[in-house]
């Protein structure tokens, strides 16, 4: 079983890093290798935050971190999004109830925004304890340059939310139903 979480992590991994150009230069021994340690990444904030603040909440760290929390308005296809600057997690109230009209069990609600909050909280950490997770892996590029594979910072993120929140299922699966969502609706 635990073989099988951890290839469906890799796979929403790739998908998410798919997007990135970058990701198709390096070999798929190196993409498999850094998918892992960005997973990794993930898995162990998760855990030192939940040590350090006592709580798996991610509302109740982001309050101890000094992250803001707030809805905003017109996300379309965001759900939510980290404002580095003014360290403010904002969390879209249209996207959010588009997606919780779709949801039966009550809980569920509030799981989801738990879920939102997590991840952009994750980013917040990013910014201020740990340095961005993209950066650390530097690949070699032409002629003495480097470049950097940006979403490995999202699949951190999507690692440190499912491990924080004890959740099986992956958070990009959210993001994929918030697009379908806000599609069937145009």
Do not use: C
């Not at 909050?117 to 910014?127: K, P, R, S, T, V």
């Amino acid at each position: 079983m635990k073989a099988i979480k951890e290839r469906n992590r890799l796979t929403l991994a790739a998908l998410e890093l798919a997007k990135d150009s970058n990701f198709h230069r390096i070999s798929a021994d190196e993409r498999v290798r850094v998918m892992k340690e960005a997973l990794k990444i993930g898995n162990e904030v998760a855990s030192w935050a939940v040590a350090e603040y006592e709580t798996s909440d991610p509302r109740k760290i982001a309050e101890k971190v000094g992250a803001k929390i707030f809805g905003g308005d017109k996300g379309k296809l965001k759900a939510s999004e980290y404002r580095k600057g003014a360290r403010e997690i904002v969390i879209f109230r249209d996207t959010l109830d588009r997606l919780t009209k779709e949801v039966t069990q009550p809980d569920l609600s509030e799981r989801l925004l738990r879920l939102l909050i997590a991840h952009e909280l994750f980013h917040h950490l990013e910014e201020t304890r740990i340095g961005p997770v993209y950066k650390r892996f530097k690949f070699p590029g032409k002629w003495w340059t480097t470049f950097y594979i940006k979403g490995l910072s999202e699949v951190a993120a999507q690692s440190f939310t499912q491990t924080l929140l004890e959740i099986e299922i992956s958070p990009p699966i959210f993001d994929y139903l918030t697009y379908i969502l806000y599609t069937s609706a145009l």
